[in-house]
């Protein structure tokens, strides 16, 4: 190790041989291609709970010169203040002076924060910053975990140690299709369920960038680079580009599979236990309770998957690398409860939209029918397109019915904000919008969806009905 010859002395002669050492051990670490100077990437590859913007903003704070970068005078200069201010925060935190923080102190401090947290709470926080397994945080690890977050105030440092990571219902129909007995036996189930995946992946893919922004205006509201539609667009192009409007689908398509496979086979065997040895076909009331157990069972099975959809939906550039990343990341940082962050206010939406939705839809198939009655001998089946319409339109009602608690459990799931880690989070989100935004604000995020259903609704249409011919699948 070798000490550097810095440009402004007077930093390094008030420091210990020992913090002069340290420093100078800290920026050769960083200083991977020992060019004498560091950027953000440098600074990302060891820190890496650190998120990008964080980084950014030390960076600029340390660049005196405005270079882009830092050398080694304008690291110590940023190091030596910015430690200075930590350790008077610190100080203030350890309240029995023993020079540890214990988990009692850390929830006496949050708590004179307004935040109340459980020990749980409190263990995972600890954990996030002792290195050392001392089931207490030193100094030393308190420095190295803030070294480089921007700012000095305790209310900033502590949000950010909370949510320093970071997540739909009214999407498909929580009722799947009813199979009769030959389709059954023939496998012409499993045609039709394969088009349908296809298809929503294909729709899905097509109308990504708009449920991105619906997300957006679910989590963050309409404020800032997101005020309007095509500000919202401008801003999230010229952080990541064109492709960062698909951020979050892949993950949107994967968990197609096993959420329909889980619902199909949840629905069925609900059905059989409500018909029992009968071969009646069920009321609507008895749909709707079979769709709803159906949509729980599903939406329990792969919950998580929409954990990490809503992460990757919202994150920056550089933020994760990937599905199995996030995943690691998360669990890392929050522990295995963060993959059911929102799964209360999501159990809570899926009866009232599986009601509306299928009680909607019957009611205007039926209408249809009675206004167009079928020849004899050609059923009681009205067009395809009648049926999507239907189908559009009462997944619509269902959607308006249910959105304030999907808007909720996203904001859960996307774990920004101190009301979002309330006890009772789902009341607490709610309140909180209701009174900076008015009841209106349960419905941001509305318009994008909204405006993706017709497209996202006839590119399904006519993308099932090509694979399912190719299939040979024909209903009966």
């Not at 339109?393 to 920004?416: D, F, M």
């Not at 941001?444 to 017709?454: D, L, S």
Request: aromatic share 10%; charged share 25%.
């Amino acid at each position: 190790m070798k000490l550097r010859n810095v440009k402004n002395p007077a930093t390094l002669e008030k420091l210990p041989v020992h913090d002069e050492q340290r420093l100078s051990q800290l920026f050769d670490q960083l200083d991977k291609d020992q060019n004498g100077r560091i950027n953000a990437d440098d600074i990302m590859r060891v820190f890496q709970h650190i998120p990008e913007q964080h980084v950014k903003e030390s960076l600029e704070k340390a660049d005196v010169l405005k270079s882009g970068d830092v050398d080694f005078a304008e690291f110590v200069q940023y190091i030596v203040e910015h430690e200075k201010n930590l350790n008077v925060i610190f100080s203030k935190l350890d309240q029995n002076r023993d020079g540890m923080l214990d988990t009692a102190e850390i929830r006496n401090s949050f708590q004179k924060l307004g935040v109340d947290l459980d020990q749980p709470e409190a263990d995972r926080l600890l954990k996030r910053m002792d290195a050392n397994g001392s089931l207490t945080i030193t100094f030393d690890e308190f420095r190295d975990y803030f070294l480089w977050y921007p700012s000095a105030k305790v209310q900033d440092l502590f949000g950010y140690w909370k949510h320093s990571t970071f997540v739909d219902l009214g999407e498909d129909s929580l009722v799947p299709d009813d199979f009769t007995e030959k389709e059954m036996v023939t496998g012409m189930w499993w045609r039709h369920l394969v088009a349908g995946g296809i298809a929503g992946c294909v729709s899905r893919t097509a109308t990504a960038p708009l449920d991105r922004i619906k997300t957006f205006y679910q989590v963050f509201g309409k404020k800032g680079e997101c005020e309007t539609l095509a500000k919202c667009f401008q801003s999230m192009i010229k952080e990541g580009g064109y492709i960062s409007l698909w951020r979050g689908n892949g993950m949107n398509i994967l968990k197609i599979a096993p959420e329909s496979a889980v619902k199909f086979m949840s629905y069925e065997q609900i059905k059989k236990i409500i018909k029992g040895d009968s071969e009646r076909e069920l009321h609507i009331w008895e749909r709707v309770l079979a769709g709803a157990g159906a949509g729980a069972f599903s939406q329990s099975a792969i919950y998580p998957m929409e954990v990490i959809k809503t992460r990757l939906t919202l994150r920056t550039t550089g933020q994760f690398d990937g599905i199995f990343h996030a995943a690691r990341k998360i669990y890392r940082q929050e522990g295995f409860r963060a993959f059911y962050r929102g799964y209360a206010p999501n159990l809570m939406g899926i009866l009232p939209y599986a009601g509306i939705d299928l009680a909607v839809y019957e009611t205007l198939k039926r209408w249809y029918i009675a206004r167009n009655p079928p020849k004899t001998g050609t059923g009681q089946k009205p067009p395809a397109l009648v049926v999507l319409g239907c189908g559009m339109v009462s997944s619509i009602c269902g959607q308006v019915s249910s959105y304030p608690l999907a808007l909720v459990k996203t904001k859960l799931q996307a774990n920004v904000g101190p009301v979002a880690m309330a006890e009772n989070a789902t009341l607490a989100v709610m309140k909180n919008i209701v009174t900076q935004e008015g009841f209106t604000g349960l419905y941001r995020g509305m318009g994008p969806n909204f405006m993706k259903a017709v497209p996202a609704v006839s590119i399904s249409y006519v993308v099932y009905e090509h694979v399912r011919e190719a299939l040979g699948g024909h209903m009966t």
